[in-house]
């Protein structure tokens, strides 16, 4: 309920934007979209990954999707 709070006070649109970058950082709760739409962090562009380098540890034994092809 309270989500739907937040889409008749910032609008559809802007509640979707939130809820995507909530799930883009892994913190898909209520508090992070609230704290999203305040900062009005829904109106930047998400920052795009390389999806080879997607959520691989920065370490020399992890040889990454490229070395099983």
Not at 26 to 51: F, M
């Amino acid at each position: 309920m309270g989500l739907l709070n937040h889409a008749r006070r910032y609008g559809k649109a802007r509640l979707e934007a939130a809820c995507e970058r909530a799930l883009a950082i892994h913190s898909p709760n209520y508090r992070s979209v609230s704290s999203i739409l305040k900062q009005g962090l829904d109106r930047q562009p998400l920052a795009e990954q390389d999806p080879d380098e997607r959520d691989l540890p920065l370490h020399a034994n992890v040889r990454g999707p490229g070395y099983y092809h």
